[in-house]
């Protein structure tokens, strides 16, 4: 199929986790013999065409997220050049051109949901929605009805019950041949530039030294003060353990601050920004994977755990065990005893325990790491999403 993936709101390339997916859905099913041609936004500069990863990348001047819908003009141009057989596009607030474009040049279209379409009573876009007499309520049920169907990891994220038999569910994955362990040992972890050895001048992979980590976005909701204080807390009475936080966003600088404080900077290491290709490095080094989500302080996880989280799914291909929270939609896809350790959300003193659990159990950390690579390699893959948009996109077509 000739495929136009519409991604508005990103920019490419990118480590972040929308560009990340919208990355690794390129290329899969450009390995899968499609046609594709993918398209983002640019910031600045002149619109720019070039190939990457084996997909067309189209990259257009956008002046502001708000107006994302105003650029149906130029999606329209895009259409017309490429000839596409079926149209996807990413959900957001202030985008659909695409879909809108393709309804009227009867096109099937998919629409890619993987947040919740409306934002709860009470969240900063209800209120301007309200304010704006419900204009993006409007557009986002347009942008539903114009799809020929919608893909999500939750259902529940789209609002609109007349709708949901579009509706398919497919979650997010990993990729399983960048995530893997056995690969990195045989080609590349010998050499040292590749493997991050040092951060900041302080070692990561000492002898002797067991390496617990959170990998992800420093928000609230991704659990960053609470491992930050579980890290602490066992770092009170354990030498032999390492605390390793990889990525960057708002809590970042508050974070390394309260390492400071606490004279832990050599214990509790912060590496900031990571390039994307180099995260298997640090997670080879690493024993234990946490994703201690907080979902309490996210006003839009009330419809549900709608994330199919990349950290989780990343930790499991590079057969790392998990600590996450006991919530429905991640105790599906981190089994407690299976591939992991699950304890109550907010229950920091059961965080602790299950951190510790398997940095004293090398035998049991293993069992759960080896089964959580061969659960993700066969549920919860970018070449498994792939084969099931492709399957959709298919029916939608015939």
Known sequence: MNILYVALKESLPGSHGGAVHVT??????????HDMTVVVQQ??????????GGFDLIRVRARSNFLLWQLEPRIRQVIAETKPD??????????????RVAQRAHIPSLLEVNAPMLDPRGSKKYVADKLMLGWMTRRAREQAAFAKRIVTPLAATVPFPELRGKVREIPWGA?????????????EMG?????PSIVEGVQINPSGKRVVVFLGSFRPWHGVREFVHVAQEILKTRADILFLMIGSGELLEETRENVARANLREKIILTGAVDYARVPYYLAVSDVGVAPFNTQVHPPLRVGFYWSPLKVHEYMAMGLPVVTIDVAGLNTIVREGQEGLLYPEN???????????????AALAKRLG?????????HFSWQKHAESLERVMQEIKD
């Open 175 to 187: 990729n399983v041949e960048l995530f893997d362990r056995a690969r990195l040992s045989e080609k």
């Open 24 to 33: 690794e859905v390129a290329q899969q099913l450009a390995r899968r013999g």
């Open 86 to 99: 079926v149209v996807m596009e990413r959900y957001y607030n202030f985008s659909g051109a695409a879909l």
């Open 370 to 378: 080896d089964a959580g690579r061969a659960r993700v390699v066969e």
């Open 191 to 195: 050499d040292r530039r590749l493997v």
């Open 347 to 361: 229950d920091l003193e059961k965080m602790r325990a299950a951190i510790l659990k398997l940095v004293d159990d």
């Open 43 to 52: 910031k600045a500069g002149q619109s720019t065409r070039e190939k990457m």
